[in-house]
């Protein structure tokens, strides 16, 4: 079946009892056993059939044997981290969200885990120089968050292989819609469903998904003994997203294709950041291992950090606000917003920079807003 026939039925048959349609809220702690180790769902933390539908949809979508649900896209990364010890090395794409940063630097760092990070570039063409015996795992993020650059995912998984690594790709901006890491050699794919999945700015969760028979017994084991997943109804919530999904990521990438083009020949703009722009360095490995270039556009003011904060200020659709991937328009400073923890790091960002989910309403409705916003910076 195609991806879209797949994503509104997969793991979803008619309940058998009632012929409902949609899958039910097994809004439930606990389940009635035949007799003692006789059952098919015992505890909701180890396991729910609303949590359950969802692991088998989103598995088939990414292309997975295997799929986990976590509360949120941290959970599912903190999981996965967890197949690592104190000592071992990490090699990560060094344009990271956030709060993935936070987690490695602040969380695992003091406690021994060793990180490296590289560029984009560098992942793409020279990652065999930066491996050694010690590396355990390749984080990569394509297109990365915020500054859109592409990672060539088959020479980066290929690489990690040959090193014993393992090679974990966050495909939260893609989505499986757009990109499939798994068919590129990764092992396991990581999401927050928080964002294009659930798709409505109403949820928090995570997602990972795997082949590997023996990786997935470990991050089923790690699930249940860590304890960080998903509630019946926010499985619900992500599991209804997946059925809009190929719909409302086709006119992400149609908007944000209008939205990039532009800002790119706005005379108060100095940078745009989108794959999709045939002049950015990435778009043609973007073109290869993608079915398109995404809804999220970054870019750099050419202006202080006052006349940044002025823009994002000023826009009337575009809301003023964290996350991304709903349905609707948002914008926000990553220097002072999502990704305020690496002020003091190598890796800080511009003052200048403004990134921009762009969401499903009218692109003409969009570029108008921008326009205004930035008007008075106008020469």
């Known amino acids: 079946m195609e991806f879209e026939t797949r994503a509104i039925h997969e793991g979803q048959e008619p309940d058998p009892e009632t012929g409902a349609v949609t899958v039910p809220i097994y809004q439930t702690s606990t389940f009635a056993q035949e007799a003692v180790g006789r059952y098919r769902y015992d505890y909701s933390r180890t396991a729910n059939p609303t949590r359950s539908a969802l692991e088998t949809c989103l598995a088939s979508l990414e292309g997975a044997e295997h799929g986990l649900a976590f509360a949120s896209g941290m959970a599912a990364i903190t999981t996965v981290m967890h197949l690592l010890s104190p000592g071992e090395r990490v090699v990560s794409v060094d344009d990271v969200y956030g709060g993935t940063y936070r987690l490695f630097e602040r969380v695992y760092a003091p406690k021994g885990y060793v990180f490296e990070y590289v560029s984009a570039e560098d992942l793409s063409m020279r990652l065999p120089d930066a491996l050694d015996e010690r590396t355990r795992l390749v984080w990569i993020e394509t297109p990365t968050n915020p500054l859109l650059n592409v990672v060539d995912l088959r020479a980066a998984a290929e690489a990690a292989r040959a090193a014993g690594a393992l090679c974990v790709v966050d495909n939260t901006?893609?989505?499986?819609?757009?990109?499939?890491p798994l068919e590129l050699g990764a092992?396991?794919?990581?999401?927050?469903?928080?964002?294009?999945l659930g798709g409505h700015s109403d949820v928090v969760g995570g997602f990972a998904a795997t082949s590997d028979p023996a990786v997935a017994e470990r991050l089923r084991f790690l699930q249940n003994a860590l304890g960080a997943v998903p509630g019946p109804f926010d499985s619900w919530l992500v599991l209804r997203g997946l059925k809009t999904l190929s719909v409302r990521m086709r006119e992400h990438c149609a908007n944000a294709r209008r939205v990039a083009e532009f800002l790119d020949a706005h005379p108060s703009v100095r940078r745009v950041y989108y794959p999709g722009l045939p002049g950015h360095p990435g778009h043609e490995l973007a073109a290869q291992q993608m079915r398109d270039f995404g809804g999220m556009v970054s870019f750099e003011v050419d202006g202080s950090l006052e006349d940044t904060l002025g823009v994002v200020e000023r826009t009337r659709v575009f809301t003023l606000g964290e996350s991304l991937g709903g349905v609707e328009s948002l914008i926000e400073h990553p220097g002072r917003m999502t990704h305020a923890t690496l002020a003091d790091s190598p890796f800080a960002l511009p003052d200048n920079l403004v990134r921009l989910s762009v969401g499903i309403e009218a692109a003409g409705d969009l570029v108008a807003d921008l326009d205004q916003a930035l008007a008075p910076l106008a020469p």
């Open 187 to 196: 092992d396991v794919v990581v999401h927050s469903t928080t964002k294009y």
């Open 173 to 180: 901006f893609a989505t499986p819609y757009l990109q499939r």
